[in-house]
């Protein structure tokens, strides 16, 4: 129904930035909320930032005043700006979109992209 393709990631030192982009296709009207989720190794995954489709932004305390979540509707793209990088924010970042579709609630998510920062 949803189909999601993150790219952008990779290997920064601290301090440094990334923009991690999360490229949307298929029923894209039937989205209600859009995120960016991230998974370090040995720990669940945990919601970074959450965007309505009403245009209301939350962010996880941890990256807040760093990160930035985006969209481009032109591009179908949802972007995750992420300054002021950390250790701690090692992590696969996953891009995810909830809505309904036919009456029935989905959930699509993306490959994940590789966030590594060094100190």
């Known amino acids: 129904q949803v189909q999601l393709m993150e790219s952008g990631g990779g290997s920064v030192q601290a301090g440094g930035s990334l923009r991690l982009s999360c490229a949307v296709s298929g029923r894209i009207l039937s989205i209600a909320v859009m995120g960016w989720y991230r998974q370090a190794p040995g720990k669940q995954r945990e919601l970074v930032a959450q965007t309505t489709s009403g245009g209301v932004t939350n962010y996880a305390d941890s990256v807040k005043g760093r990160f930035t979540m985006s969209r481009d509707n032109a591009k179908n793209t949802v972007y995750l700006q992420m300054n002021s990088l950390k250790p701690e924010d090692t992590a696969v970042y996953y891009c995810?979109?909830?809505?309904?579709?036919?009456?029935?609630?989905?959930?699509?998510w993306g490959q994940g992209t590789q966030v590594t920062v060094s100190s």
């Open positions: 995810n979109a909830e809505g309904r579709y036919l009456g029935r609630p989905f959930g699509s």
